[in-house]
Structure formats: C-alpha cells, structure tokens
C-alpha cells in the first residue's frame, strides 16, 4: 500500500467527519484526523504531520533508520496528532526540541538533555527544572530522587546553594516536585541549653567562628547559636546532625570548673569605668546577701577601675562574676547622639506720637510784667533754660560757667521730630512759644539659632555672649579717698542647656533652659547701674526625632496714653490745646522658641548632620564673595586638619 496516498485519502475523508471541536475554534483546529500508519518510515510520519500541524521540522540524520506504527481508532485535532507524534519519537529514542516559531529539532535524547531549557513546550519534550531545598541536604536529596528520573535524564546537586538542577520530560517534573516536597519538610531542631560556667555571649561567638570553618553546604549554613543573657543559657537552632555536633562542644567548654578562676580585666569601649563601678558593687552585695541567707559562705567581691585605660579589676567568686559579666556586657553599648537645634524669633513693633505746646511770658529785672509759663516733662526742649540762657548776662562762647546755657544746649541736642517757636525779648518782658510734633515707627526682628550635640542622657551647655561687670560696692578711705569698688560679672547672651533621653522608639525627652539676656541701658542718666533683658525658658518636652516643636513664646502688646494740662484750662473746648500736651505708645513683642531633636545612632548620620551646617557655613561665605582658594574654609580645613572637608 502506498503510505503517501493512503493518508491523503484519510485527511480528505476526515474532513466529511462531524466536527468534535468546541464552537467558535477556526476550522482547521476543528478538523479531525484519523492515524493508520503500518511499519512506515520515521521520516514518512514526519513528512505527513507537518502537513496537519503546519509545523517545519529539522530532521537529525539518525532518523532515517527509524520504522514507526502508529494507529488511532477515534478521529483526532491537529494539537492531538501532534501529541501522538511526540509520544512516538519519545518510544523511539527521539524528541522535538523548539528552535523558533513554529519549528522544531528532531534530535536523539541524550543530545535533547544538554539542550533542554527551562520552559516546556509540551509534556514529551525535555525541560531544566532547579528546586532550592529549604531543610533538606541536596547531596541526599539527589541520590532519593535519580531513580525517577527517565534513563536520559539527569539530576546534579549543588551542595553550596542547596539546590537540585534536574533535567527531565515534562511530563514526569510533577511526580519529581512532589517527591522533593515530601523530603524538604521543615525538620529544624531548637535546643536551649542552661550555662554554669561560661557566659553565653563568649560561648556564641566560638560557636559562630568553629560553625563558619567547618560548614559545608548552604543546608548546614542554616545553623544558629543565640546567647540568651537572661539566666545564661545558649539557644541551638539548625538540623539534627549541626546541633548535636554543637551541644558536645557546649557541653566540653561548659564543664570547665572556673571556680579558682575568680579574677577578671576587662577593657570597655564606651561606658565610663568610674561610673559603673557602683553600679557592680550594688550587684555583688545584693548576691552576697541573697547568699548569706541560705547559711552558706560566699566570699566578697572587690571592685576597682582603672582611669588611664578605662578598664574594670574585679575579684569575686565565679557566680558573681558571671553574672557581673553580663551586666557589663548590657552597659557597654555605644550610646546614641542627640543634636539640638534651637530657633529663637523676636519681632518688636513700637509705635510713639506726641503733640504739645509750650509758651512762656516773663520779666526780667525790676520789671513788674507777670511771669507766666507751660512747660512739661515729655516736651522737648525745655523752654525755660532756653528763656535763661537768653536772659542771662553771660554770652553764649565767652568760656565763663552759665548754667541756663548749658542746659539750653542739652535740650536742643536732645530735641526729635519737628519743632516749631517763636519768641525773644521786647525790653523787660520775655516771651516765647515752642510746638513740637513727634511719631516714632521702629520694626526689629532678632533671629538666633543655638544647637548643642550631646550624649544620650549626656548634658550640654551652649553659652554665646559677653560678660558685663556689675559694681556691686564701693568704700571710701579716710577723707574719701582711695575708693574701693567691688564688681562682679555677669553673662548676657544666647544660652541654651540641654539634657535629652531616648526612648525606644526614637522619641526623644528634653530637659531644657532656654535663655536670651541682652543690655537695655542705665536706669537713668544719674546712675551707672544697668537694666538687662532676659526670656527664660526652663521645661520638659517629648518630640519625635527630626520633628520641630514649639516650647514657648510670649506675644505682649502694652498701649501707654501720656496727657499733661494746665488744670481747667486744659480742659477748655478747642482753646484747650494751647495748655496741654498729648503722648500715644504702642509696644508690640512677637516671642516664640522652636526646638528639633535628631537622633544619631551611626557614624553615617553624624557625617550627614556635620555635612549639613558645614555646607550652610561654606554657602554664606560663597554667598558673600569670598571664594578664595588659599583663604577658603575648605583649605583652612585641609590645611590645619589634615583631613578633606565634610561633603
């Protein structure tokens, strides 16, 4: 029988079969094609299901030899010939490996293997599948599994990652998978050990050490020794075969009687020996007493520090002395920084009008012309020195001592705003008259930012001013010489002192005293003695790290109201002004301090926070033009440092 013809005559009555596909798939999927191929030719088969599928097929030399029977009693789609022609190269010896879009590469199994990739396109066709065991050793793993693995297949352990690299048909991967998951159960063995002799902290870091030289494979790498500093015991975490290597090493180490071993030097890194010293004698009489009352002996414990290398001495008998170890080790942690950065604002607005009148009308000599005169005290200048010095019979620049002269000058010195008069002398009679009109408009905004860098727990004084002496006494000898002043000084400037703590969750509590002092001036031109400013701001805060708070303020506005009169005449409608002066004040002060913690815990965020002000530093000078590379601060760094400035 020709096997070309006779196929073709099946394909072309399969077409008058009913159509099995599903409605709705094109008419070439919905086609079906019946087999009946007796003992033809692999390639033949080949050949005619490239027809059905529309697939190309590169053909390996080795399969002309093949001879193929293939028979299917029921009617079968494109997708299903193509199944039943894999299955058939798969009984062969042969697989269909893709090499493009709609192509593929008939080749023999054994060279299939080392193609395979990691995606399958069919479940007769090799694919590379890589498992990562999580509790389970892949050397173990490999040799439980090779027995399902088809004879062309293979399975390769990587005990480093613990994984299994597994080449295979598609179609027996699922049985492989679940054989795997099977095995690699989590089989973790946790093993808490109670220590007498040795603290766990020393007895974690052998472990690690001893278990990194030793370890062999990603799976035995799982393995964990965890010190528990309460009760002094070591936590064993990891597969049967590790933790009971490591519980005969624990149990060696810890068998040790350090009974006579009752002496210790111990270096600290970051607490300060001097102050833990009575923190450990509190300990050790706390377990001496605790001792004592069961009846038994227990010998004392000395404690002693030394200063030049910040190290502990400490003689006490071996319980103590353990548990002294773990209260050092808890105690001598790096301490975290806190940065403080104040803003202190202080805006002041003063608004002052005045508007008076003065006149006067005198005799001078024998004269019988009244005197009569309006003079006040928030009025400028005075009108009757200026009346003395005119009628006095001393000029003005002759060098001789006029005290109406004198006085007339200060006033006019002193004298602000406008000022408006008339005045002189007709014979014996005086007179004058002065108006004076005076606003003041004065706006001041203060600005300051103190910040301090402290120690957690740690307290930090910020002090940028001066200090001003005080007279606070003065004696006279005999016959009132050789006085003798007593002085003291005073700081006047920004203060800011600050103790901050650290909570758990970067919260951070200040105790701060917040202060400003500054000169206003003498209490009066008589007197030496001196009027201070001060804002004193002394409180307990809680602000998250980074976050600015408000910790207090002041806005105080006072309106002062100055009228002087001439009684009854003052009061007279319209005429009245002629006889009084008026004054209006206005004093508004705008005060509010700001505060931001940032924690620091790391070297990293020192530099950054060191980085920040030395850039807003760097800047200004930029800022203002002085970008010399000899004179820069970057060079002045450099130069006296020795080191690059902070980026």
Do not use: C
């Not at 679940?178 to 095995?183: F, H, K, R, Y």
């Not at 004065?442 to 957690?456: E, G, I, Y």
């Amino acid at each position: 029988m020709n096997f070309r013809f006779g196929l073709s005559a099946i394909l072309l009555a399969s077409t008058a079969l009913p159509a099995f596909g599903l409605a709705g798939e094109t008419s070439s999927q919905a086609a079906r094609h019946v087999l009946n191929f007796d003992d033809v030719e692999l390639s033949s088969l080949i050949a005619d299901v490239s027809i059905v599928t529309g697939y190309t097929f590169i053909v390996h030399p080795d399969v002309r030899t093949k001879r193929v029977t293939v028979t299917s009693s029921t009617p079968l789609t494109k997708d299903g010939v193509f199944e039943v022609f894999l299955s058939t190269l798969r009984v062969n010896g042969f697989t269909a490996v893709p090499a493009g879009k709609d192509t593929y590469r008939i080749i023999p199994e054994q060279s299939a293997v080392s193609e395979a990739g990691t995606r399958s396109s069919g479940a007769n066709s090799f694919t590379t599948e890589i498992i990562h065991l999580s509790n389970f050793n892949a050397l173990e793993a490999a040799q439980m599994v090779k027995p399902l693995v088809d004879a062309q297949g293979q399975v390769i352990a990587n005990p480093r990652s613990n994984t299994l690299v597994i080449v295979d048909y598609a179609s027996n991967l699922p049985r492989i998978r679940e054989l795997v998951a099977g095995i690699d159960e989590d089989r973790t063995r946790i093993e808490t050990i109670p220590l007498k002799n040795i603290p766990s902290g020393e007895l974690q870091s052998i472990l690690a050490s001893l278990h990194q030289k030793t370890s062999e494979d990603a799976y035995s790498s799982n393995f964990q020794a965890i010190a528990a500093q309460t009760g002094n015991s070591i936590i064993l975490k990891g597969d049967d075969k590790t933790v009971e290597r490591a519980m005969k090493v624990v149990a060696q180490l810890d068998a040790t009687d350090r009974v006579e071993d009752t002496l210790r030097v111990i270096s600290l890194k970051n607490a300060d020996a001097a102050e833990i010293v009575p923190i450990l004698e509190k300990v050790a009489n706390a377990m001496a007493f605790r001792h004592s009352e069961t009846g038994g002996e227990f010998a004392p414990s000395t404690i002693a520090h030394h200063g030049p290398t910040n190290s502990l001495v400490i003689n006490a008998p071996s319980e103590t002395l353990l548990t002294l170890e773990r209260v050092i080790q808890d105690l001598d942690k790096r301490r975290a920084q806190v940065l403080v950065e104040a803003i202190i604002v202080e805006m002041s607005d003063d608004t002052a009008r005045e508007l008076g009148l003065q006149f006067l009308l005198s005799g001078t000599g024998n004269s019988t012309v009244p005197f009569a005169s309006t003079n006040f005290s928030r009025s400028a200048p005075n009108l009757l020195a200026l009346a003395g010095a005119v009628a006095g019979d001393t000029p003005f620049g002759s060098g001789e001592n006029n005290p109406f002269a004198a006085a007339a000058v200060t006033s006019l010195l002193g004298l602000t705003g406008l000022s408006v008069g008339v005045g002189g002398q007709d014979g014996d009679t005086l007179f004058g008259a002065i108006l004076t009109a005076v606003e003041n408009d004065t706006n001041s905004r203060v600005l300051s930012k103190p910040f301090n860098m402290t120690l957690d727990n740690g307290t930090s004084s910020l002090l940028v001013g001066q200090e001003v002496p005080i007279v606070t006494g003065e004696v006279l000898g005999d016959a009132n010489t050789n006085p003798f002043r007593t002085v003291d000084r005073k700081e006047i400037g920004v203060r800011l002192d600050v103790t901050p703590r650290i909570s758990s969750d970067d919260a951070v509590r200040l105790e701060i005293n917040q202060e400003v002092s500054s000169i206003s001036g003498a209490i009066n031109v008589a007197t030496s003695d001196l009027i201070f400013n001060k804002r004193q701001i002394t409180t307990d805060v809680l602000a998250d790290s980074g976050e600015i708070i408000v910790i207090g303020g002041l806005i105080q506005q006072s309106d002062t109201v100055a009228n002087e009169k001439v009684p009854i005449l003052g009061d007279v409608p319209i005429a009245g002004r002629l006889f009084r002066t008026e004054g209006k004040s206005t004093k508004r002060t705008n005060l509010m301090v700001f505060i931001r913690p940032t924690v620091i815990r790391d070297r990293e965020s020192a530099r950054d926070v060191t980085a920040r002000s030395y850039r807003f530093v760097r800047a200004e000078e930029l800022w203002n033009g002085k970008d010399d590379k000899v004179n820069s601060l970057d060079a002045f760094v450099s130069e006296v440092l020795g080191a690059p400035p902070p980026k």
